[in-house]
């Protein structure tokens, strides 16, 4: 092990039976050398007399970093020794020496070596997490920077929105929009598959909000077909979007939509339950758009559309919220449960479903779900 063990104690007659006596008692080890106190710096081990004056502040100055500290004892004392009961030292030693306690607390030395890089694991680790939450609340503030806190009184309408920030890589957007005319409703949720992907969704929608007016006459397909076709050229290999994009008619309460991918969308009509309006095409990818063509996508996607009666309800979800609540069954139960109940009561009830389900070990970090949920 290339050891040195050192004995420290006032008396010189006693250092010397002391460093004789444990020599030959550790003489199998070829490794290790005992000796007196005006050499202790080198050592790894220290063997401290019990009897020696002021006991106190001899302990408290001694550097312990990397050593292990022993107290010698005589056998016939009969009392627990202080420096053990307060931890000031690792252990005792019993004189006279016996070769085998002698040896234990050798191996008692690598213990406390193990202890030593596990607390400075701890510590590393420990500050390892707070950084990571401390970087989880940045993103978290960033992506709600980026989301509408609330949205703006649109007669006729109440409209609530939720959003909780997730560990994993992407983001969701989600915004609404009344026309100049305050006529038409636009609506447009998205579920990005990364980071990258979703910083890229921003900037396409705010492109295609300057070239569209929302005055004209669309249909939501074109949108969504001008939002792809900005896409094309930063969809990455394994990236998805998932896109919801739709527009209500206040005057004949009809809305028009275009429906891509894995996000939920939920309708309830004249206080009945509950029911999932299923995705025309699974989500926006790379593989999609063989072709690098501009504000194309598939022709088999045709706006979808129907009318809204007074009383209807309209539930978006991000796929990180459907997920988190147990699948579409388990998300239908609770929407049907809580149908009649305030919007913002029902918001409150899916959040406390999603934080309710998450494993101890990310409760620990500021319960935060696997993705971003969106509602």
């Known amino acids: ?34 000796v007196g106190k005006n050499e202790q710096e080198e050592s790894q ?33 009969n009392t627990v020794p202080q ?3 307060q931890k000031k030292v690792d252990d005792v030693l019993v004189y006279p020496f016996r070769t085998i306690e002698v040896l234990g607390k050798l191996h008692r030395y690598q213990e406390i070596l193990l202890w030593e890089e596990v607390s400075r694991l701890n510590s590393s680790f420990s500050e ?21 806190m609330r949205f703006p009184v649109i007669k006729g309408f109440e409209v609530r929105s939720r959003y909780l920030a997730g560990m ?6 989600f915004d609404l929009a009344e026309s100049k005319e305050s006529d038409l409703i636009s609506v447009v949720l998205t579920d990005s598959s990364s980071y990258g992907l979703s910083s890229s969704v921003i900037s396409v929608l705010m492109k295609v909000a300057m070239k569209l007016s929302i005055d004209s006459i669309r249909s939501s397909s074109e ?19 998932s896109l919801f994009y739709g527009v209500i008619n206040k005057k004949d309460l009809s809305f028009k939509y275009t429906h891509l991918g894995e996000n ?3 309708i309830s009509s004249a206080r009945q339950p509950f029911s999932e309006i299923s995705p025309q095409e699974k989500a926006l990818q790379e593989s999609k758009a063989p072709e690098k063509v501009p504000e194309k996508i598939p022709e088999k996607i045709q706006e979808e559309s129907l009318t809204l009666q007074p009383g209807d309800r309209l539930i978006l979800l991000s796929d990180g919220f459907i997920q988190g609540l147990g699948g579409t069954s388990q998300t239908l139960h609770i929407l049907d449960e809580f149908r009649s109940e305030d919007s913002q009561e029902l918001l409150n009830e899916l959040a406390f479903h999603i934080k309710s389900k998450l494993p101890a070990a990310q409760q620990s970090i500021d319960g935060l779900p696997d993705q971003d949920c969106s509602a």
């Open 1 to 34: 092990m290339g050891l040195t063990l050192s004995v420290l104690t006032p008396y010189p007659d006693r250092e010397e039976v002391w460093i004789r006596e444990l020599s030959n008692t550790l003489l199998l080890q070829n490794d290790l050398k005992v």
């Open 45 to 77: 081990l220290l063997f401290l007399d019990e009897e020696t004056p002021d006991l106190e502040n001899v302990l408290k100055n001694i550097d312990r970093r990397g050593k292990a500290l022993f107290l010698i004892v005589q056998e016939k004392k």
């Open 83 to 85: 420096g053990l009961l």
């Open 128 to 148: 390892l997490i707070q950084e990571l939450r401390q970087d989880l609340k940045l993103a978290e503030r960033l992506q709600k920077k980026k989301l509408p």
């Open 168 to 173: 994993k890589s992407g983001g969701d957007y």
């Open 223 to 241: 949108t969504v077909g001008k939002i792809y076709g900005e896409l094309i050229n930063v969809l990455g290999e394994k990236d998805q979007l």
């Open 264 to 266: 939920g969308f939920f």
